[in-house]
């Protein structure tokens, strides 16, 4: 599933070739793509709506229009596409906006989503959709004392703690155990057992991992974006079998809330009270 840096990345791509084009109409080709409003409803407010810019929270890529808010989450498989010329429907795509510039030149953006899991919602009141996200992990609000405080506060594994949106927003499977691998933490410790020396490695683990996955564009892995090269400078994440880079113990595949988990037994002892 796309996490933060790979929605980050996309978001950054086709900002500069979708601000301040009209959309000039809407072929929805899969009907539960669109959460809300219905498809015939989507069709008639999107039309004619200019997209002022595009941003991103959590996993959530949002294109600002002038009266509304279009919010995309990619869920498994999905991507997507600004493609120069008329509008051409390619296999999975699930959603294509016609688009017009300033000049006359056409181009669409399309939702291509092989699974079907993905999810477009159109409103005037994204705070409805987002409100209930925990901070963003690269935000002013992230901060050691905070991680530590609202790790103190709750009783839960750190692996799936992290996994929770409601928690901290943007993170998944991937750069979890990428964090946790570098910040010396097991996934399966329990957060009220963090002491703040650990708190501040996680935090600054987090924002490290975070970054490096923006610099190398996301990672290619697990889904249909291409662009990504994060997957070639993996710690843990699906190497389990190798050796690990930093003690060169041979690096395991658990389970953790029902997810697969890579772990260092070295580097990440799991500390039972």
């Keep these: 599933m796309p996490e933060l840096p790979e929605v980050e990345t996309i978001a950054r791509s086709i900002a500069p070739h979708v601000a301040g084009r009209k959309i000039v109409s809407a072929d929805v080709r899969w009907a539960r793509t669109v959460a809300t409003p219905s498809p015939k409803k989507f069709r008639e407010r999107i039309k004619g709506q200019r997209i002022l810019g595009v941003t991103r929270r959590a996993k959530y890529l949002i294109l600002k229009l002038e009266d509304y808010n279009l919010l995309i989450h990619l869920r498994m498989s999905g991507d997507v596409v600004v493609r120069k010329g008329k509008m051409q429907a390619k296999k999975h795509d699930r959603l294509i906006l016609a688009l017009r510039g300033e000049r006359g030149e056409e181009s669409s953006l399309a939702f291509n989503d092989t699974r079907k899991f993905g999810r477009v919602w159109l409103t005037d009141d994204p705070d409805s959709i987002l409100g209930k996200l925990g901070p963003e992990p690269l935000g002013k609000e ?132």
Excluded at 213 to 221: D, E, F, K, L, M
Excluded at 231 to 257: D, H, L, M, W
Aim: glycine share 10%.
């Design 142 to 273: 992230f901060t050691p004392k905070w991680l530590y405080e609202n790790l103190r506060r709750r009783n839960r594994q750190l692996k799936p703690l992290l996994l929770d949106q409601n928690f901290l927003a943007g993170i998944g499977n991937i750069y979890a155990d990428e964090s946790l691998h570098l910040a010396k933490l097991h996934p399966l410790g329990l957060s009220n057992a963090v002491t703040l020396k650990q708190a501040k490695a996680l935090h600054e683990a987090i924002r490290s991992v975070l970054k490096e996955g923006i610099r190398r564009n996301g990672a290619s892995i697990d889904w249909v974006y291409r662009g990504g090269e994060f997957q070639n400078y993996f710690r843990v994440y699906g190497r389990e079998g190798e050796p690990c880079s930093a003690c060169g113990t041979e690096i395991q595949k658990i389970t953790v809330g029902q997810r697969g988990t890579r772990v260092c037994p070295k580097c990440q002892p799991l500390e039972r009270k």
